[in-house]
């Protein structure tokens, strides 16, 4: 399992792989580290596969990778990226040509289950020749059981995306990496179009398409919202039901969007909440919303300023999703830090 750079830096108790990836000075050939530990992916895939053959393959050639997947009842291919502080990266493709192994082998086998192990969001290139595709981010330690436990059904994820995989890197504020390929400590400017509708929230403001959207994620049951009630005020509070419409237990995670502030079409988060519930069960769910949330900051008065008026929201699925709305009237105001 690979563990990410700097902060996202995680040291097993255990024996562990180091990988240098050099540098220019003394500190990058400490910092710049792989860290690789077990056990790993295949160990915990051959535990839960009893009498099936597991068979593997590196990964070097791809064409040796897709002649085995093609053979093979299901293939499951990992992509990796290493990331850390204080370097970024030129694109959002995988580094060392995994794209082109994953594609190889999605092509010969359209039951291939891709494995991410990223610090970012990446590109999806393959995504529509995928069966299905597994985000784990750096998972630590014991990452390889909780991978296998989720690809084999003994576990119902339940998690959701923190960021937005874009569809290009067109639909990106900036597509290209300001002062990217000049020389060290050259001077360059930054443009900021996005202003504060950052990540999700600038997906929205330029109706972009992302492949898959801040807040996604599936699970291996089914649920269902209904009987939305808004109350207005102060702040916004809003409930609702959950159903676990599927036959196995699962935790759903709705979240509440603002949609409009007294009149202004935007998009943003207000509250969440996980929700457990066993087949057939229903629960209800209320999310108050901070004030601050609603607000803009008045520079002027140094405060956030609530408009009063008219505040549309969503409980969905995610950023994209508006599928249950309603609205209530919010009290003009200024909150002090």
Request: charged share 20%.
């Given at each position: 399992m690979l563990s990410g750079g700097g902060s996202s830096q995680v040291t097993p108790a255990g024996p562990s792989h180091i990988v240098s990836m050099g540098g220019n000075t003394e500190i990058d050939v400490l910092t710049r580290r792989q860290i690789?530990?077990?056990?790993?992916?295949?160990?915990?895939?051959?535990?839960r596969t009893g009498k099936s053959e597991v068979v593997f393959d590196d990964g070097r050639y791809p064409s040796a990778a897709a002649e085995l997947a093609r053979n093979a009842d299901v293939a499951i291919v990992f992509g990796t990226q290493w990331n850390?502080?204080?370097?970024?990266?030129?694109?959002?493709?995988?580094?060392?040509?995994?794209?082109?192994?994953?594609?190889?082998?999605?092509a010969a086998n359209p039951r291939t289950v891709v494995v991410?192990?990223?610090?970012?969001?990446?590109s999806t290139p393959w995504l529509e020749q995928s069966a299905a595709v597994l985000e784990a981010w750096y998972p630590g330690q014991h990452g390889a059981d909780a991978i296998a436990d989720v690809l084999f059904g003994q576990v119902?994820?339940?998690?959701?995306?923190?960021?937005?995989?874009?569809?290009?890197?067109?639909?990106?504020?900036?597509?290209?990496?300001?002062?990217?390929?000049?020389?060290?400590?050259?001077?360059?400017n930054i443009d900021f179009p996005e202003g504060s509708d950052v990540g999700y929230r600038w997906f929205a403001k330029t109706g972009a398409k992302p492949v898959?959207?801040?807040?996604?994620?599936?699970?291996?049951?089914t649920f269902a919202v209904s009987d939305l009630k808004v109350e207005g005020g102060k702040t916004l509070?809003?409930?609702?039901?959950?159903?676990?419409?599927?036959?196995?237990?699962?935790?759903?995670?709705?979240?509440?969007?603002?949609?409009?502030?007294a009149g202004k079409a935007q998009t943003r988060l207000i509250g969440f909440d996980k929700v457990e519930l066993a087949p057939g069960?229903?629960?209800?769910?209320?999310?108050?919303?901070?004030?601050?949330?609603?607000?803009?900051?008045?520079?002027?008065?140094?405060?956030?300023?609530?408009?009063g008026g008219e505040y549309r929201v969503s409980v969905s699925d995610d950023a994209s999703d508006a599928a249950l709305e309603g609205g209530a009237?919010?009290?003009?105001?200024?909150?002090?830090p």
């Amino acid at each position: 399992m690979l563990s990410g750079g700097g902060s996202s830096q995680v040291t097993p108790a255990g024996p562990s792989h180091i990988v240098s990836m050099g540098g220019n000075t003394e500190i990058d050939v400490l910092t710049r580290r792989q860290i690789w530990f077990g056990p790993g992916p295949l160990d915990a895939i051959r535990v839960r596969t009893g009498k099936s053959e597991v068979v593997f393959d590196d990964g070097r050639y791809p064409s040796a990778a897709a002649e085995l997947a093609r053979n093979a009842d299901v293939a499951i291919v990992f992509g990796t990226q290493w990331n850390g502080e204080n370097e970024d990266t030129p694109d959002t493709t995988l580094p060392h040509g995994q794209d082109t192994l994953i594609a190889a082998v999605t092509a010969a086998n359209p039951r291939t289950v891709v494995v991410l192990e990223t610090g970012n969001a990446v590109s999806t290139p393959w995504l529509e020749q995928s069966a299905a595709v597994l985000e784990a981010w750096y998972p630590g330690q014991h990452g390889a059981d909780a991978i296998a436990d989720v690809l084999f059904g003994q576990v119902n994820p339940s998690g959701r995306l923190p960021v937005t995989f874009h569809a290009s890197l067109d639909q990106l504020p900036r597509p290209r990496l300001p002062g990217f390929g000049l020389p060290p400590d050259s001077s360059y400017n930054i443009d900021f179009p996005e202003g504060s509708d950052v990540g999700y929230r600038w997906f929205a403001k330029t109706g972009a398409k992302p492949v898959f959207p801040f807040g996604h994620g599936l699970s291996y049951t089914t649920f269902a919202v209904s009987d939305l009630k808004v109350e207005g005020g102060k702040t916004l509070t809003v409930s609702f039901a959950v159903k676990n419409t599927g036959d196995r237990a699962g935790a759903d995670v709705p979240q509440v969007y603002l949609r409009s502030a007294a009149g202004k079409a935007q998009t943003r988060l207000i509250g969440f909440d996980k929700v457990e519930l066993a087949p057939g069960e229903q629960k209800r769910v209320s999310v108050v919303a901070d004030p601050r949330l609603l607000a803009s900051f008045d520079t002027a008065a140094h405060g956030w300023r609530v408009a009063g008026g008219e505040y549309r929201v969503s409980v969905s699925d995610d950023a994209s999703d508006a599928a249950l709305e309603g609205g209530a009237k919010v009290a003009a105001q200024l909150l002090k830090p």
